[in-house]
């Protein structure tokens, strides 16, 4: 397994934007997908996006497509979601995931970033 450590979350007004980063030291040759989902206290996790580690292929769920980017820099072990034009509904924890399988199953997760979107 890969350790994550997810960080860039904290507050925002309506309409700005975060950076979230997952530093997963060594996650280029030990996983084969990397993931971003949220969720609301009392609510299910949502899956936002996804990334190949080798860039062949990436996912955006369409309740974010157009506002939400995820990319990757591999010199940096870092798995990135750009989220522009946020909501307070964007309010949630977000976390990061790797997945061994081309995320058909999650193996380990980060420890979860707090995004706070003020109206």
């Known amino acids: 397994q890969v350790q994550l450590v997810a960080s860039g979350g904290g507050s925002v007004e309506a309409g700005g934007s975060l950076t979230l980063s997952c530093t997963a030291p060594g996650y280029t040759t030990r996983t084969t997908c990397m993931g971003w989902f949220r969720q609301a206290v009392g609510s299910g996790r949502e899956k936002l996006a996804l990334?190949?580690?080798?860039?062949?292929?990436?996912w955006t769920a369409d309740s974010v497509k157009g506002r939400f980017t995820i990319s990757q820099d591999h010199v940096k072990d870092t798995v990135y979601l750009r989220m522009d034009n946020l909501r307070p509904e964007d309010t949630k924890m977000y976390y990061c995931?790797?997945?061994?399988?081309?995320?058909?199953?999650?193996?380990?997760w980060g420890q979860g970033t707090q995004v706070t979107v003020s109206s």
């Open positions: 995931a790797a997945s061994t399988n081309y995320c058909t199953t999650w193996t380990s």
């Open positions: 990334i190949y580690t080798d860039d062949t292929h990436s």
